[in-house]
């Protein structure tokens, strides 16, 4: 039973534009959420992250928006530079009390076109 | 450069083959993580140690599989009587873990060690 669910496996954009980027989750345990960039060959590298007590958070061109009764999360890029072409995994946590392991996503491969 | 470091970066084997992984943590970091990443997938949790107690476990481990960390440094995966099913990349990342003062401390991947069992 997948308890993070990223439903778009690829997402293409113009530069420029906005870059939204969908995630669900099923457990209502989890109480940190992060994204995380990946390019082939390398490892995962952290991007942004948010609290469950918080709707959004903004970092530079990246933000995220948390909507808990919806038990959905999404990461906005604007604008979008062909840069940001990668995989993008939402993951999740419980931070509380526990090993705050992460629960993954499958990714969404972001293409941003010149 | 000090960030998660993994050693080696690439590994073929044939199966039925016992493979050795390292890691090397952010210096400061206390908690440290492995996962595995199939492809197609997101990486899956395998294991986490805070300094050198190993604490959880997930069922993906097999007892093919140990993990150590002595002296709460590096640690090693090893991976005993490989098989065909466990060619992936191995993830390691390290994190602060909670604080008094932080609620939640992100965690640092290193570049992987990617498994190829033939």
């Known amino acids: 039973d997948q308890q993070v669910k990223q439903n778009s496996p690829s997402l293409s954009v113009q530069e420029g534009r906005i870059s939204i980027l969908n995630c669900d989750y099923t457990?209502?345990?989890?109480?940190?959420f992060l994204w995380y960039k990946k390019y082939p060959a390398e490892g995962p590298t952290f991007l942004i992250s948010?609290?469950?007590?918080?709707d959004k958070n903004e970092d530079g061109r990246f933000t995220v928006f948390l909507n808990k009764s919806a038990k959905h999360l999404s990461l906005h890029i604007v604008p979008s530079q062909p840069g940001d072409s990668a995989v993008y995994f939402c993951?999740?946590?419980?931070?509380?009390?526990?090993?705050?392991?992460?629960?993954f996503g499958k990714g969404t491969k972001l293409t941003v076109n010149p | 450069d000090t960030g998660v470091s993994q050693d080696p970066r690439h590994k073929i084997t044939k199966r039925g083959q016992n493979v050795t992984f390292r890691c090397d943590p952010i210096s400061e970091h206390n908690r440290l993580y492995w996962y595995r990443q199939t492809l197609g997938q997101g990486p899956e949790f395998l294991t986490y140690f805070q300094n050198e107690a190993q604490l959880e476990k997930s069922r993906l481990l097999s007892d093919r599989f140990s993990a150590e960390r002595p002296k709460g440094s590096f640690s090693t995966l090893e991976i005993q009587r490989t098989e065909q099913g466990d060619s992936a990349m191995y993830l390691c990342?390290?994190?602060?873990?909670?604080?008094?003062?932080?609620?939640?401390?992100?965690?640092?991947f290193g570049p992987g060690t990617r498994l190829t069992v033939l």
């Open positions: 990342a390290s994190s602060l873990g909670v604080t008094a003062a932080v609620s939640y401390n992100e965690q640092f």
């Open positions: 457990n209502s345990m989890f109480d940190y």
């Open positions: 993951a999740a946590s419980v931070a509380q009390g526990g090993s705050e392991k992460l629960v």
């Open positions: 948010i609290s469950s007590i918080k």
